[in-house]
């Protein structure tokens, strides 16, 4: 029999009407990654019985723990995606759709399934919360995420929960796309990353009396939306908001074509309407040019936008 083979395989997901349980109907949307390490552990737990000999007892079964990680390209057709991040969605629109996403008070649970279809094998996970999810903006190339999911169950079959996904095509965003970085509600040109991290804190703590080593549930706990700005070292303006601790926004933008969201044209942002900067003096590594990097950390207050963050998303995607 061949060895599987990474390249043919292929991982749909589809979100569920109830935690842990199936979809009624299959409609499962296909994601173009670049890596993933989904898995079921469960631990051995030793006994601790003196019977008379220096021989082992029999351990017994711990709980089981469902989580993995999804790396990918940011892309323009995750939208479902990026709704379990946060929770919340309303979409407008006709065609092009505007979905604009914001912090929910309950995070939607995911099928998520990998098969290994050269060897006819599928490894489905139910049950799954997205708990920690990071970007990489970069002034070149692709724009790398992560999701970080905990789930609940795990099923191994030779036959696929939906054979024929949706295939809504892979459409990504590269650093030449990012049409502006706003800092404080102004265009700035002299940023160089930005690495933004928004965290659930799911408790993944959640067993009960015989729910069979399984989660019970995923309960969401306090969103934490942090990250770090880098930029060159050209004044002490950025410095002086962290040092005073002057409340600031971050915006950015990512946009194919006019932005208007149909196809060739899909537009992507996430704004931070609220944050406070760190203090971290520059540091001197060396001859060249030097930089400012200031860690960052985002609140909700009183914006107009009610939210921590907002994405929007448009595309012509009609509901994510």
Known sequence: MPQAIG??????????????????????KKLYFISEDFKSSRNLIDSSVIR????????????????????????????TLLKGVLGSVETTGTGPYTHVIKVGNVLPSFL????????????????????????????????????????????????????????LGKTSFTGFDIAEI?????????????????????????????????????????????????ALFDSMTLLNKAITSTESSLKIVYKLGDGTGSEGNEYLEFFIPELLYSPVAPVISGPGGLFVELPFTAYYSDSAQGSSIVITLKNMEASL
């Open 182 to 230: 706003q800092e404080g509600g102004t265009t700035i040109a002299v940023v160089t990353e930005v690495d933004l991290t928004i965290e659930n804190n799911l408790d993944g703590s959640v067993y009960v009396i015989g729910g069979g080593g399984e989660r019970y549930s995923l309960p969401e706990g306090l969103v934490k939306v942090s990250g770090t700005i880098k």
């Open 112 to 167: 998520i399934e990998k098969g290994f279809t050269d060897l006819g094998q599928y490894f489905k996970y139910n049950g799954c919360k997205i708990n920690r999810f990071t970007l990489a903006v970069r002034p070149e190339g692709f724009q790398e995420v992560t999701f970080d999911f905990l789930g609940a169950k795990e099923t191994i079959s030779d036959t696929s929960f939906d054979s024929d996904p949706v295939d």
């Open 52 to 79: 008379g000999t220096r021989d082992a007892s029999k351990p017994a079964l711990g709980n089981k723990a469902v989580e993995g990680t999804i790396r990918t390209e940011l892309q323009a057709y995750i939208g």
């Open 7 to 28: 390249a043919k395989a292929r991982i749909i997901y589809q979100e569920e009407t109830t935690f842990k349980e199936d979809p009624t109907t299959p409609n499962a």
